[in-house]
């Protein structure tokens, strides 16, 4: 068994209920944060004329700030693959941490640092202790033999 699923194993068998809620909680909170975003995007366009040459960097960039916290933070709040969520949007808190007071703003959708600093570490629990047991990844771990969408043509009872 190697590091990662060892930590998977302990994160399944060590997760508290009320951690579920907090997860529903953190998606929702990441995926509001995701359309804070879409919201201040006049930021992102004083971030580009500032250097016009990362105009492209800047633009991916942003696409995936809203992608990720968007989608990531929809499917966290339903506990699908939180453990892949929780590490793409990593990233983008540890942007909101060290450039919230950038001269640009373009992290304003981010108007505290200790929401940044806390979402960060909920990101980082998550990634460590999953999903939990009021879950979609639950469902589909307890029920697999609904969702073989290898062979649509074997029946299910």
């Known amino acids: 068994m190697n590091k ?5 194993h ?3 068998v060590h997760h508290p209920k009320w951690l579920d809620i907090v997860r529903m909680l953190l998606g929702v909170i990441i995926m509001g944060m995701g359309i804070l975003f879409v919201q201040h995007r006049n930021d992102l366009e004083a971030m580009i004329n500032v250097n016009p040459a990362l105009t492209v960097f800047t633009f991916f960039i942003a696409h995936y700030i809203v992608f990720v916290h ?3 933070g929809l499917f966290i709040a ?4 939180t453990r892949l969520c929780s590490f ?8 909101a941490v060290f450039f919230v007071h950038s001269p ?3 992290f304003g959708a981010y ?8 979402v960060l570490f909920l990101l980082i629990v998550f990634l460590i202790e999953g999903s939990g047991r009021i879950s979609v990844d639950e469902y589909m771990r307890r029920h697999p033999e609904k969702h073989d969408f290898m062979h649509p043509d074997k029946e299910h009872v």
């Open 10 to 12: 302990w994160g399944n």
């Open 88 to 95: 793409l949007n990593i990233p983008v808190l540890l942007g």
């Open 78 to 81: 339903m506990g699908l693959y």
């Open 70 to 72: 968007t989608v990531g």
């Open 104 to 106: 640009t703003g373009l």
């Open 111 to 118: 108007p505290m640092m200790g929401l940044s600093i806390v």
């Open 4 to 8: 990662l699923q060892q930590i998977e």
